[in-house]
């Protein structure tokens, strides 16, 4: 069975930082494209970044490029993303999920609050 | 990037009766390797999204089959063929052919 696991949120005041991981299992992590889909209070989802699984290759949404970087340890089955200067649109649940064209499974999410 | 238009916004559907969501994308899906990917998510209140639908009419393992895609080009339509009380949520398309991937507004279903 799938699992994809968040932790790291929280509150954090604007211009703060935060990094969130997603512990995977139930398949072949090294060989799978991750992503991070975000999605603000009463929002929609709005994907904001993916990583391969086989290289190094990122992408972003613009929004969050030079502020964001995603990362992964394949030998720790786990994916990252280091969020800097935080704002207080960044204020989402943050869903990791499995696959890039073909996003299949999502974690549970967690909750990250910019505030002062 | 492309922008995703869901409509209806909000559908009220009698129970066992047939439920049509369209999905419009501003540009064409097919990739070069030659798919189209247009996938469709359900997110129950409270939970995690969920796939349902992947490259346009591809159900997903567990899904119902009263659950169907369809479309090309730019125009796309998930089918509940008679909705049932578990079905009530949001719903939202999805592209996954052009940089950024973009969401539609997503479509609340709900029972009348």
């Known amino acids: 069975e799938v699992q994809l696991l968040e932790s790291g949120g929280g509150l954090v005041q604007p211009g703060g930082s935060l990094r969130l991981s997603c512990a995977a299992s139930?398949?072949?992590?090294?060989?799978?494209?991750m992503s991070w889909v975000r999605q603000a209070p009463g929002q929609g989802l709005e994907w904001i970044s993916s990583?391969?699984?086989?290289?190094?290759?990122?992408f972003y949404v613009d929004s969050v490029k030079g502020r964001f970087t995603i990362s992964r340890d394949n030998s720790k089955n786990t994916l990252y993303l280091q969020m800097n200067s935080l704002r207080s649109e960044d204020t989402a649940v943050y869903y990791c999920a499995n696959g890039l064209r073909l996003i299949e499974f999502w974690g549970q999410g967690t909750l990250v609050t910019v505030s002062s | 990037d492309v922008v995703m238009t869901q409509s209806p916004l909000s559908l009220p559907v009698t129970l066992g009766q047939p439920a049509s969501i369209s999905c419009r994308s501003s540009q064409g899906l097919v990739y070069s390797d030659g798919n189209t990917y247009l996938n469709w998510f359900q997110q129950r209140p409270g939970q995690s999204p969920r796939r349902l639908i992947y490259k346009v009419s591809n159900r997903d393992s567990g899904v119902p089959d009263r659950f169907s895609g369809s479309g090309s080009g730019t125009d796309f339509t998930l089918k509940i063929s008679r909705v049932e009380a578990e079905d009530v949520g949001l719903y939202y398309c999805m592209q996954g052919t052009h940089w950024p991937l973009t969401f539609g507004g997503g479509t609340k279903v709900e029972i009348k």
């Open positions: 990583i391969r699984g086989g290289g190094p290759e990122t």
């Open positions: 139930g398949f072949n992590f090294r060989i799978y494209d």
